[in-house]
């Protein structure tokens, strides 16, 4: 089915550890970007995408980084896992015209 | 400076009838869009309704509205005959054009609960 696909729907990360979570989307859409949803917060960008190899900085990057070598793929890497990174992370993707946001299922990871 | 306020942290509404949900928006880029999602408790995130800031209409789809008043910066959602699985959370999202093209702002949210 088209659409974002997001790995892993659940991670549990010892604080300090680092990992990559995937997001690919088959829509052939420009721009992709990361959001964090915390309690009472709603969604929180933390990095976007306009192109392969063009990305910028959200409001809350700190503690993340991403790139983006093809369109399809943007992954987000915790290099040191915070507490403070605890969260539920939603990939989404859309084109030019910014009226089809599509948004991944979404990963919820804790860091303990 | 906050981008979108949503001032009700929880509505109540009775099944079968109409409930509208506030969100007031600051921007002063001419052009912009205006995106109403549900977030059920599954947690997905669903498209509802867009609204481009030079629209003239006020959006609709189904029974979701958009009460677009530019003037004032609101955009409110309103949802006509209301069903059970309208109980959800409720978020509401501005995209900027231009040199912020890409990035999505968020209020944080209204919880709808509908009851028989």
């Not at chain 1, 917060?41 to 790139?67: C, F, K, W």
């Not at chain 2, 609709?60 to 409110?76: D, H, M, V, W």
Request: glycine fraction near 10%; proline fraction near 4%; hydrophobic fraction near 30%.
């Amino acid at each position: 089915n088209a659409g974002v696909t997001q790995t892993p729907k659940f991670q549990v990360l010892k604080t300090g550890q680092s990992m990559t979570l995937q997001c690919a989307q088959d829509m052939n859409h420009e721009y992709m970007s990361w959001y964090r949803q915390d309690p009472g917060m709603g969604l929180r960008l933390i990095h976007y995408s306009v192109g392969a190899g063009i990305t910028d900085q959200g409001e809350v990057p700190n503690g993340y980084n991403v790139s983006r070598s093809t369109t399809e793929d943007f992954p987000l890497r915790l290099l040191s896992a915070a507490p403070s990174q605890t969260s539920v992370y939603f990939c989404a993707s859309h084109t030019s015209t910014d009226y089809g946001y599509t948004f991944g299922s979404g990963t919820r990871l804790t860091v303990v | 400076a906050q981008k979108i306020t949503q001032t009700q942290p929880g509505m109540f509404v009775q099944e079968k009838e109409a409930v509208t949900l506030d969100c007031t928006y600051d921007t002063s880029d001419p052009s912009y869009g205006l995106f109403w999602y549900k977030q059920p408790s599954s947690g997905e995130m669903i498209f509802l309704i867009y609204q481009g800031s030079y629209d003239q209409q006020n959006a609709t789809e189904g029974r979701y509205s958009l009460n677009f008043q530019k003037a004032r910066k609101s955009a409110n959602l309103v949802i006509s005959a209301s069903q059970l699985g309208d109980s959800a959370m409720y978020f509401c999202a501005m995209s900027d054009r231009g040199s912020t093209l890409g990035r999505l702002y968020f209020g944080r949210g209204t919880q709808l609960t509908v009851w028989p």
